[in-house]
C-alpha cells in the first residue's frame, strides 16, 4: 500500500515564540526542540528512492506538536516498507510506514488521545480518512461547513491520487470575511522543516468555514477535517510549568463522553498518582501539585472514562518547587528576558507556549507591549 506525496517548492520561515507564564521563566529544561525528538537510524534495506535527500535525510526530525515528532521521509516517492510502532499501555501498535503522512496522524491520535487509528476502519491511504471516518466512529466535517476546525484535528485532502492528511496545531478565526487560518503540522509534504508548521487560509462567511488547499496550485483541496472521540485536555499543555504549592485547575472537554471520569498523573510514563478515581465529568478539577512530588518535566494527566477504553492525555509539562517571589508583574503582562528574545506571557500561573510568530500576532499582541524585566524578577524556588 502506496502513501505518497507531491514535492512543494515553497518553504516557510517559522519563528517560534514562547509566551509563559507566572515566574516570567522559560526555563530550558522545560522546552522542547528537534533535538530532543528521538532519532532513528534507516533500515539497512532503506530503497534507494529514500537515499540522498534533496532537504533533510530520511529519519530527520522536521518538526514537533505536543511531543510527538515529525520526521523527513526524503522525498514524496519515498516507500520505506518499514513499519513504526509505538509502546502504548501494555503493547506495542503499529501507526503506519516511516515516514508517511498517515503515519504521523496516526501517532499523534495514539500519543494525545490513546486512538488506534492504525487498527481502525479509517486506516488506509490518506485519500480515505475522510470518507471513511464516521464508519471508524470518528466525527467528519465537511470543509465549507458550519464546524470550524479544531486543534487535534486530522485535516484531510483526496487529492494527487493518495491524498494527503495532517494534524490541526493553531486555527485563528476572524469574525467574518477572509484573514483566518489553520497552522498544520505534517509528514511527507516538504520533507523539510517547514513541515512543522504550514499555514492555511480560512475564510469565514454565513457562519460557514472553508479553508484553503494544501498548496496553491489547488492540487490538494481540503475535503473536511476529522474529529475523534473522546477526552482532550485543555490544562496543563505540553511545555506548561506548574509550581509545588500553587492553586492551578486540570481541563478537559469531553462533550462527547458519557459518565464520570478518572483522572491520574504520570511520570517518565508511569502511571504515579490518582487525582480522581470517580470524578464528575465536569470538565474542570483543582490541582494544587504536593510539595513532596518530584521536580521534573516529565509530568503528564491522564483522564479517561471508568472503563478505561476513552482516553485523552496532555503533553508532558514540567513541576518545580514553590515560586519564592512575589509577582512583579500582573496577569496579562508580556515580558521577556534581558538576555533572551524570548516572549512570555503572564496567565493563570502557567506557562503559555505558541507556536509561531503569527500566534502572536493572531492575539492582536504587538512587541511594543512586551516588558524587559531583570533576572532578578525571573528568579523562582
Known amino acids: 500500500m502506496r502513501f505518497t506525496r507531491p514535492f512543494q517548492a515553497i518553504v516557510l520561515l517559522v519563528v517560534c515564540i514562547l509566551l509563559v507564564a507566572v515566574s516570567y521563566r522559560c526555563p530550558a529544561e522545560a522546552l522542547f526542540s528537534l533535538e530532543d525528538c528521538e532519532q532513528f537510524d534507516p533500515p539497512k534495506d532503506l530503497p534507494g528512492q529514500c537515499k540522498g535527500c534533496p532537504d533533510a535525510d530520511f529519519g530527520e526530525a522536521v518538526g514537533w506538536f505536543n511531543d510527538v515528532c515529525a520526521y523527513s521521509n526524503c522525498r514524496n516517492h519515498c516507500e520505506s516498507q518499514t513499519d513504526h510502532y509505538d509502546y502504548y499501555g501494555d503493547r506495542w501498535l503499529c501507526t503506519g510506514m ?23 476502519k479509517m486506516y488506509g491511504d490518506a485519500n480515505g480518512y475522510f470518507g471513511k471516518a464516521a464508519s471508524a466512529g470518528y466525527f467528519p466535517f465537511q470543509n465549507g461547513g458550519p464546524v470550524p476546525p479544531e486543534v487535534g484535528d486530522i485535516l484531510c485532502s483526496n487529492g494527487g491520487g493518495y491524498g494527503h492528511v495532517a494534524i490541526v496545531r493553531e486555527v485563528y478565526i476572524p469574525s467574518i470575511g477572509s484573514g483566518g ?20 487560509d ?20 481540503v475535503a473536511g477535517w476529522v474529529r ?7 490544562s496543563p499543555r505540553a511545555g506548561d510549568v506548574l509550581y509545588k504549592g500553587a492553586k492551578y485547575s486540570i481541563r478537559w472537554d469531553s462533550r462527547l463522553v458519557d459518565g464520570r471520569v ?35 518535566n516529565q509530568y503528564e494527566i491522564r483522564i479517561s472514562n471508568l472503563a478505561g477504553s476513552i482516553s485523552g492525555r496532555s503533553g508532558k509539562f514540567t513541576i518545580m518547587g514553590e515560586v519564592a517571589n512575589s509577582l ?47 533576572d532578578d524578577e525571573l528568579r523562582a524556588t
Not at 516511516?98 to 481502525?120: H, I, M, P, T
Not at 503582562?333 to 503569527?358: G, H, M, Q, Y
Request: with cysteine.
Open 181 to 200: 487560518y489553520v497552522v498544520v503540522i505534517h509528514q511527507n509534504f516538504l520533507n523539510s522543516t517547514a513541515d512543522d508548521s504550514r499555514s492555511i
Open 98 to 120: 516511516k515516514w508517511q503522512c498517515v503515519e504521523y496522524v496516526n501517532r499523534f491520535w495514539l500519543a494525545n488521545y490513546g486512538q488506534d487509528v492504525y487498527g481502525s
Open 228 to 234: 475523534r472521540h473522546g477526552i482532550r485536555i485543555i
Open 262 to 296: 478518572q483522572v491520574h498523573v504520570y511520570v517518565d510514563g508511569v502511571h504515579r498518582y490518582t487525582l480522581g478515581a470517580t470524578e464528575e465529568n465536569e470538565g474542570e478539577l483543582p490541582f494544587v501539585p504536593p510539595y513532596e512530588w518530584p521536580t521534573t
Open 202 to 221: 480560512m475564510d469565514v462567511q454565513g457562519g460557514r468555514y472553508t479553508v484553503e488547499s494544501f498548496n496553491k496550485d489547488g492540487e490538494y483541496p
Open 328 to 374: 512583579w508583574h500582573p496577569n496579562g503582562t508580556l515580558v521577556k528576558t534581558v538576555d533572551r528574545s524570548t516572549v512570555c506571557l503572564i496567565d493563570n500561573n502557567r506557562l503559555r507556549p505558541f507556536v509561531n510568530e503569527a500566534a502572536f500576532f493572531s492575539h492582536r499582541y504587538g512587541f511594543d507591549q512586551v516588558v524587559t524585566v531583570s
